[in-house]
């Protein structure tokens, strides 16, 4: 039997990762296979059940040898120690040789969001009113509206919205990290964009695939009629950044950055922002605090006239007839 293959039934079937998940450990754990049996490793080709810490080294040497970044590195790294925890379990190895590798430090790098005025941009460029326009912008509006991850909306069913006539807003229940579900709400130009793309969500589905489940259930579509792919919202995202004139590197993942930092310097609490997002811990969601807190000190130093950061007041009124300006004590304020 093949040890990877079986731990990919396993985290399938027993944990109920999700396809993301899963497509991310079989694709991990397939390139670690192909260095054993390529003979890379120690000159000689290795038997996943026989190696030893020093392969795992040798694996992540060569990793950052094809210029592999120490994100990367970090994720392959924890795909091997999930893969030898199982096997340790069902006594296939006796100790986890990932384990004993040191996780490559990882340099603390801040969620880059777009402004208010560039998602005002994005949002509020002609998308046209064709069936794919209408849906292009029901998706991007839902992005920035909810925060959710891209894999969280295109798993969405259209059974998992919820929208409002008498509030005009709504809510959408998606699937998270560890298949935890939760209800995110959404706004006013996100429900009417929404309505617009399902009135028109029929005519992107051809006549003799109409019959689909995939079809029926899938609240986004592609052109053939099944469900819309995380690398399919990326390219709709780059087009539509082209024709907006947004000359910048931006992912869907930005649209949730940029609605966590928006929604922070609004005055929404941590607490909430942690609820919305799906974070299991307070921690990461305070990462956005210090983009917050960035942006407030830019305000300042360009803002305060003692910041060092603005031009200051003339001192004296030589050219007006006014006098020296007079800084007096404090007066118990």
């Known amino acids: 039997m093949d040890p990877v293959a079986e731990f990919l039934r396993h985290l ?14 079989r694709a991990d754990l397939n390139e670690f296979q192909d260095f054993l049996s390529t003979g890379v490793a120690a000159g000689s080709p290795v038997s996943l059940l026989d190696l030893d810490h020093h392969v795992v080294r040798e694996y992540l040497s060569h990793l950052y040898d094809r210029g592999a970044g120490r994100a990367t590195v970090a994720r392959k790294l924890a795909s091997l120690r999930s893969l030898f925890r199982h096997l340790a379990r069902r006594g296939l190895v006796t100790a986890n040789p990932a384990a004993m590798v040191a996780t490559p430090k990882l340099e603390k790098r801040l ?29 991007l509006e839902l992005l920035y509206a909810s925060g959710v991850r891209v894999a969280e909306l295109v798993g969405a069913d259209l059974g998992d919205l919820e929208l409002s006539r008498a509030t005009k807003d709504g809510m959408l229940r998606v699937l998270g990290k560890g298949r935890k579900e939760r209800l995110v709400p959404i706004g006013s130009k996100s429900v009417l964009a929404v309505g617009f793309y399902l009135r028109a969500r029929s005519k992107l589905v051809p006549d003799d695939r109409a ?32 024709r907006a004139a947004l000359l910048k590197r931006v992912s869907p993942h930005t649209l949730r950055h940029s609605f966590a930092t928006h929604m922070l310097n609004a005055g929404a609490d ?64």
């Open 211 to 242: 019959g689909r489940a995939e079809a029926r259930d899938a609240l986004f579509l592609n052109a053939r009629g099944g469900r819309l792919t995380d690398r399919s919202v990326r390219r709709i995202l780059n087009e539509r950044l082209r």
């Open 111 to 139: 969620p880059h969001a777009l402004s208010e005025a560039e998602v005002e941009s994005l949002l509020d460029n002609a998308f046209g009113t064709g069936p794919r326009d209408l849906r292009d912008r029901a998706i």
């Open 12 to 25: 399938e079937h027993n944990v109920q990762a999700s396809p993301q998940t899963v497509r991310c450990y």
């Open 270 to 333: 941590l607490r909430s922002i942690q609820e919305l997002l799906g974070h299991a811990s307070l921690s990461t969601t305070q990462k956005y605090t210090a983009v917050s807190t960035r942006r407030l000190l830019e305000v300042y130093r360009r803002s305060h006239p003692r910041s060092g950061g603005a031009p200051s007041a003339p001192v004296t009124g030589a050219k007006s007839g006014k006098g020296p300006r007079r800084i007096d004590g404090p007066q118990g304020s």
